[in-house]
């Protein structure tokens, strides 16, 4: 099983765009516009008038700034930054801000050490002998109070600078894309059968990126077959739950987890996901109602149409399931 994500609304032959939400809120696939299609140097080698020396030289050419591994700073006037290099400084002007900040972190650790020393020694001194150092003491109070207000600064500070970093990295990601339109997503869990390649269910949740696991699991209880044995599906935060648990030890399955960062262990089901958006894409929705429309048809066609991946190549799941049953 797996959640997949489409738009609320969708015009068709317009390109659906990888969702991820297993960490609990939305990561969505930055896609081209027209006006400012995806460029790679490695295109350069599609165009059929460049003689292949010519191509190597532009390609060699674009991608250079690869080959400079020397942390002088370049020169903004002579070259322009390309992402790749403006990544790469990034990263080194960041090495540094975490330099200084473990530096900074080692001299607030030794202050408030020598503070407590201090504040335990003057406490354990005799009533007479703290009011000859009284002023002293209220002097080394003072300074530390200094000392704790600019740390405090340091750290809001820190936190403005880890914003930005984050912020710029997510620029550099997506390539100077303008920011994807907001839209609001719907949850559309997948269900199916490793064997049959049978679809068992696509519920439809209307609650999109809030989806929960308890919601999950009610709309397992209707699809699940009751000679399930096991059930595979990633380690997104709805799957990883006391409810799913407790599902599993009460209809007597077993629930398996892949490892992270490895789909293709779930990979009929992230094939299947590929295939229904796939399908989607050509048909046109205004509402979650005419959505659930196409996905109530697109179901029964799915299984009743040939299938390369069965044991039996060319037969439905829908077929491949009652020659199983007839075995």
Not at 4 to 11: I, K, S
Request: aromatic share 8%; proline share 5%; charged share 30%.
């Amino acid at each position: 099983m797996d959640l997949c994500f489409v738009p609320e609304q969708h015009v068709a032959q317009e390109k659906l765009p990888a969702v991820s939400g297993s960490s609990g809120h939305l990561v969505i696939e930055r896609l081209a516009t027209a006006e400012e299609p995806a460029t790679w140097p490695g295109q350069v080698f599609a165009e059929t008038d460049l003689a292949y020396e010519e191509a190597m030289q532009q390609y060699v050419q674009a991608t250079e700034d690869r080959q400079i591994h020397s942390r002088t700073p370049r020169d903004p006037q002579v070259e322009a930054p390309t992402r790749w290099r403006q990544s790469w400084e990034g990263r080194a002007e960041r090495h540094q801000v975490l330099q200084q900040r473990k530096q900074e972190d080692v001299d607030w650790k030794t202050s408030k050490v020598t503070f407590r020393q201090a504040r335990l020694a003057y406490r354990q001194l005799s009533k007479e002998q703290r009011d000859q150092q009284k002023k002293a003491w209220q002097a080394k109070q003072a300074t530390w109070n200094q000392l704790r207000e600019r740390r405090r600064r340091q750290q809001q500070e820190r936190n403005l600078e880890n914003h930005a970093w984050h912020q710029r990295n997510q620029r550099l990601k997506a390539g100077g894309m303008p920011d994807p339109p907001d839209r609001s997503w719907i949850a559309i869990l997948v269900v199916t059968d490793n064997c049959t390649r049978q679809c068992l269910g696509l519920p439809v949740f209307r609650t999109g990126a809030k989806v929960t696991s308890q919601e999950v699991v009610e709309a397992l209880k209707f699809i699940l077959p009751a000679e399930l044995q096991f059930l595979i599906s990633d380690q997104g935060k709805h799957f990883r739950t006391k409810c799913m648990a407790q599902l599993a030890q009460e209809e007597d399955f077993v629930h398996v987890l892949v490892y992270r960062h490895r789909p293709e262990s779930n990979g009929i089901a992230e094939r299947f996901v590929l295939t229904f958006k796939d399908w989607l894409r050509s048909h046109s929705w205004q509402s979650v109602e005419e959505l659930e429309e196409w996905v109530r048809r697109f179901q029964p066609e799915y299984n009743d149409r040939p299938h390369l991946g069965l044991g039996i190549p060319g037969l439905s799941p829908n077929e491949f399931a009652k020659r199983i049953w007839l075995m």
